[in-house]
């Protein structure tokens, strides 16, 4: 059995808010690190809204080209509305995966989608915010995949600490 890596790398994006919920939804995915190419979330970043401050232990990177930065074993995973693209739920995801997101206001480029093991998207009646994406792709991955436990007690471990109801 192979260990299970995830990493997500983000094509320019330019929203601080965007990029704090994606960190939020890595630190509740267990993914391992996230990568991001362009200058635009630089000038943002002070705005972000990583409230659960899942940047202090998931690595949060600028790098010059995202592809060079995928585990050797990890299948690059692009996902993107794109024609011939492989629906979500009809998606197997693999143990270690590199998922690549596209700008808030652009695509993955051809070059980078030409690299890519998959190519996916979500069904949907319009095109999704970059962090709502992230957070779908990485909840289907949990689930499908069984990676987070499903008992009473992470529920208590995992619920704001206002939070005290009960069936």
Known sequence: MSTEITYIGLMNPKSASNVGAIMRASGCFKVDKVCYQG?????????????????????????????EHKPKDAKLICVELTVGATPLPEFEHPDQAFYVFGPEDGSISQQVIDQADEVIYIPSL???????????????RASKKQLINRSDEQIIRSRDRNNATKI
């Open 126 to 140: 319009n095109c999704l915010n970059l962090a709502a994406t992230v957070n779908i792709v990485l909840y289907d």
């Open 39 to 67: 200058s635009r979330f630089d000038h943002a970043r002070k705005f972000a809204t990583d409230t659960q401050l899942a940047s202090k232990h998931i690595a949060l990177v600028k790098v010059d080209a995202i592809v």
